[in-house]
């Protein structure tokens, strides 16, 4: 079996994610080589839990290192790009968390300044990557949910048009700092969790193109993204974990395609009842519903949960009693495992990825232009 040694840059929550995807690739051994992150002693205990080789002490060592195949970066938003050229330019293939890219200024920033820096960093990059041996992979794993998957296929065989899809990530929000500022994440809810759906949404449309023989592109967006619980006093918060400063906890983007089908993108940081995660499809012959989170694989039943503390039932649910939706092979279902067997895949046969650079760069560029939409109160056009 191809053995491939990961150096993963990040030690937090989403590396354990990973960490948990690499265990169940089938067909490659994905040995879970060195860690770095910006904290020692969380990269110790995370590379004592999780049986890796080595801890590094900085990016720099871990580039160094001639067994290092492939370069994991997890680490909050604003470090991606400047890790993503650091790792190539030592040589590395390399996997990057979303968002790819952001603007990491004010929230109160003028939003077209927004979006032409990030427009202008991904034109910067596409010249960094073109013609590199080393390959970037975009760590989106909505394109790879087993729900995608199907729908895809489906498309592939039917040749049918999507008239309009749906996605839609949502939580009661996450209680981190650094979630409620613009600085640290480039957006509120509409980056940190739209981004997949959208991701998921540009990816289909693309199959439908391809099989179609059309080229489609996104022509305008029209979006609101606000401050929905900016009204409610501290003792009426509830279940909510947010606590925006200067970034949206609630949007609905409205894409319109040059073929005009639509696409409508939903993300909220004040939904309690665990991790939303959905996509829709609709076609002239089809109705498509992937029920990534909650799903219906194994519901249960408490009046009493005192004893399940440690027994995981689903993302952020706020409550273990009552009728439960309990998430079944999350790493599967998500998409994390069919997201890093492509990845592998990829380094070993040289084809192209489902989720790669072209992707990451539609989502983005969609992504700063539904902030500017928001931000004039209009339909954005987009080039
Ligand atoms: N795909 C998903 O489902 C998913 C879920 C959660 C987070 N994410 C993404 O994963 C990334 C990390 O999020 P997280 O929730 O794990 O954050 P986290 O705060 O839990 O962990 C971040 C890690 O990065 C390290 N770090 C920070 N800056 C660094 C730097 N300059 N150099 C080296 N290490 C550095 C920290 O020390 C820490 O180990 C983000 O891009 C986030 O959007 C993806």
């Known amino acids: 079996m191809k053995r491939f040694n990961i150096g ?42 999780n049986g890796f080789e080595k801890v590094f002490g900085s990016v720099e060592e871990l580039l160094a290192d001639p067994q290092v195949d492939i370069v994991d970066i997890i680490v909050p938003p604003s470090a991606h790009i400047p890790l993503v050229k650091q790792a190539m330019e030592s040589g590395k293939h390399v996997i990057c968390e979303k968002p790819l890219n952001g603007y990491f200024g004010s929230g109160n920033d003028d939003r077209m300044v927004m979006y032409e820096a990030v427009c202008s960093e991904l034109e910067a990059l596409k010249q960094f990557l073109a013609g590199r041996k080393e390959k970037l992979f975009y760590a989106e794993n909505y394109i790879y949910a087993p729900s995608v998957v199907k729908i895809r296929q489906m498309i592939e065989a039917t040749g049918e048009k999507f008239l309009l899809l749906k996605g839609e990530e949502a939580h009661s929000g996450s209680h981190a700092p650094h979630a409620a500022l613009w600085s640290a994440n480039g957006g509120g809810c509409l980056i940190r969790q739209g981004c997949h759906p959208l991701s998921a949404l540009l990816y289909l449309k693309q199959v439908e193109a391809k099989r179609r023989q059309e080229e489609i592109r996104v022509t305008s967006v029209l979006c609101d993204a606000s401050q929905v619980t900016v009204g409610l006093p501290s003792n009426e918060r509830g279940s909510i974990l947010s606590n925006p400063v200067d970034v949206e906890d609630w949007s609905e983007a409205i894409l319109t395609f040059s073929d005009g089908t639509k696409a409508v993108i939903s993300s909220g940081d004040m939904i309690v009842g665990g991790v939303r995660n959905k996509i829709e499809a609709y076609t002239s012959n089809a109705c498509y519903e992937g029920r990534i989170a909650p799903n219906d694989a194994f519901l249960c039943y408490h009046t009493d949960a005192s004893k399940l503390t440690d027994v995981y039932m689903t993302e952020k649910v706020e409550t273990k009693t009552g009728w439960q939706h309990v998430f079944l092979c999350e790493e599967e279902m998500r998409g994390y495992v069919g997201e890093l067997e492509d990845f592998l895949r990829c380094v070993d046969t040289g084809k192209e990825p489902e989720s790669g650079f072209p992707l990451a760069y539609e989502t983005m560029k969609v992504l700063y232009a539904a902030y500017a939409s928001a931000g004039s109160n209009s339909r954005f056009y987009v080039e």
């Open 8 to 49: 993963f840059i990040g030690c937090g929550f989403a590396a354990q994610l990973h960490v948990e995807a690499y265990k169940r690739i089938p067909g490659f051994e994905a040995k879970m080589y060195g860690a770095c992150s910006a904290d020692l002693h969380q990269t110790q205990q995370f590379v004592q839990a």
